[in-house]
């Protein structure tokens, strides 16, 4: 008899699905990212077909399987993560959405979160949730879809809808309908959960119009979440056992366990995460205070900045503007020039997130001369993305009281080494780069694998991390502060 031994994680990001097989070494037997479309119905609108969706799921479940060429009665459990606060609604009945899911790129609730800050709930959703009134968070994007879905409200009030985050979308189709659940990782990210735990809130779901029985259940991160049922590919009974925010998932892939340890991942978004271990730490400078997991009963909270668009501006660049054909190609295009010739990028093109918090800001280019090529554009985007992370870090160190020392970084763009140095110059400190990119289905991994006993601990995690690659700040600190100048300048007219 076969023994399961190998870990299934489904990373179900902003565009695209990833999926790895893994085994105990955490050594990846097959991968698979399947992309999937985008939707932009108006400028500041982005939505997710939820049946596109879901297929890129399946593709990439298949072909991460073929690839690993291994016996599925060895999947011992399911790990997923996933992007966090894009919000769907759907029947109970048929499975079938009521709308496409609203990204948490998505802006469209910008007014709404206007009126209730002026109204002067500001504080109040602060101190319950640890976020603030935003159109990112899930709540004001399920409002939305109730709103303007005709019949919704009824039906979700009778108990006919069910509401998610993709998480939850996703699990209840790996399990036929049969669960829908999350965790605290991506329930913290709603509007509607208390940090200090304690079920939904019903003050929240009265202020933003959700009803709680729309919600669903949550359960700790290595919880059992349910167990494949009429899976394409997949053998039914194979349980669902780690999951976690994608974010947050980083955090523990990077094996970031202790107080003070941070990491940065870089994808459509940018997205730093510090652990603080139990204490819930109320950012004074912007940040978000979130739960980072949940193991059984204890729960780590961390300090999160959110850079909306990062990778983003370089597909921009790539698809809007022709600079370059591939993504890969910013780097040597940038290593053409020394610097960016004081040309400025703010990518502000969905609006500002931490620390700044501004969803009317736009993508702004500043200090274009007649001498400006694409090298230099394609620099001066490399250097907003970190300008950007250094904003974020600067709130860090105030909230904390002192710098970070260390940063762990991954996703996508941790791969451009030339971004990488200009970081550390920008941030004035280490960057640790690691073997495995892809820290957050590393994170769904661990958890899941915690979850059915693969590993007693998470110090085997701990000594299984690697490092590819380290950074150190080498940059000149009167060039470096020149250009923080004219990035500040740049961020107050974006």
Wanted: proline share 4%.
């Amino acid at each position: 008899m076969t023994t399961p031994d190998l870990i299934l994680a489904i990373d179900q990001g902003t565009t695209g699905s990833t999926c790895l097989v893994v085994d105990r070494d955490l050594s990846v037997l097959g991968r698979a990212n399947v992309e999937f479309p985008q939707h932009f119905p108006q400028p500041g609108w982005v939505e997710h077909d939820a049946e596109e969706l879901w297929g890129s799921v399946t593709e990439a479940v298949a072909l991460a399987i073929a690839r690993a060429a291994v016996d599925t009665g060895r999947i011992a459990a399911i790990g997923i993560t996933n992007q966090r606060e894009t919000s769907l609604l759907w029947e109970r009945d048929t499975g079938k959405a009521i709308h496409r899911a609203l990204v948490w790129q998505d802006r469209r609730t910008a007014d709404e979160c206007a009126k209730l800050r002026d109204a002067g709930h500001l504080d109040a959703v602060r101190k319950l949730t640890g976020l603030v009134l935003d159109p990112y968070f899930s709540a004001t994007k399920l409002a939305w879809t109730l709103r303007n879905v005709d019949g919704a409200r009824a039906k979700a009030e009778s108990g006919a809808l069910a509401a998610g985050t993709i998480d939850t979308y996703v699990v209840w189709r790996l399990t036929g309908g049969q669960s829908h659940v999350t965790e605290p990782s991506n329930a913290s990210r709603t509007l509607l959960w208390p940090l200090a735990g304690g079920g939904w809130s019903d003050e929240m779901c009265e202020l933003f119009g959700v009803p709680k029985q729309v919600l669903p259940e949550v359960r700790s991160c290595t919880a059992k979440m349910g167990e494949t049922k009429g899976v394409p590919g997949l053998p039914d009974g194979i349980p669902i056992h780690g999951m976690a925010g994608d974010q947050q998932a980083a955090l523990f892939g990077q094996a970031c366990f202790d107080v003070g340890q941070a990491k940065c991942t870089y994808g459509t978004g940018a997205f730093a995460v510090l652990n603080t271990g139990k204490e819930i730490v109320r950012s004074e400078h912007g940040l978000l205070s979130s739960v980072a997991w949940q193991i059984g009963d204890d729960v780590t909270y961390c300090l999160e900045g959110s850079a909306f668009v990062a990778g983003a501006v370089v597909q921009w660049l790539r698809d809007q503007l022709g600079i370059i054909d591939n993504a890969a190609d910013i780097e040597p295009l940038a290593r053409q020039v020394e610097d960016s010739g004081e040309v400025v990028l703010v990518p502000g093109h969905a609006g500002l997130g931490a620390p700044h918090w501004r969803p009317d800001a736009r993508g702004l280019i500043r200090g274009i001369t007649r001498g400006t090529s694409k090298a230099h554009l394609a620099r001066a985007a490399l250097e907003g993305i970190a300008l950007q992370i250094a904003d974020l870090f600067t709130a860090m160190a105030a909230d904390l009281g002192r710098p970070v020392e260390l940063l762990r970084v991954d996703g996508g763009a941790a791969a451009n080494d030339l971004l990488m140095q200009i970081q550390a110059d920008v941030l004035g400190v280490p960057l640790q780069r690691p073997t495995m990119l892809e820290a957050t289905a590393l994170g769904a991994i661990s958890l899941a694998g915690l979850g059915v006993g693969l590993w007693p601990d998470t110090s085997a995690l701990e000594s299984a991390w690697k490092q590819d690659a380290r950074f150190e700040p080498a940059g000149d600190p009167d060039a470096i502060a020149a250009m923080v100048g004219r990035w500040n300048e740049a961020v107050e007219r974006a």
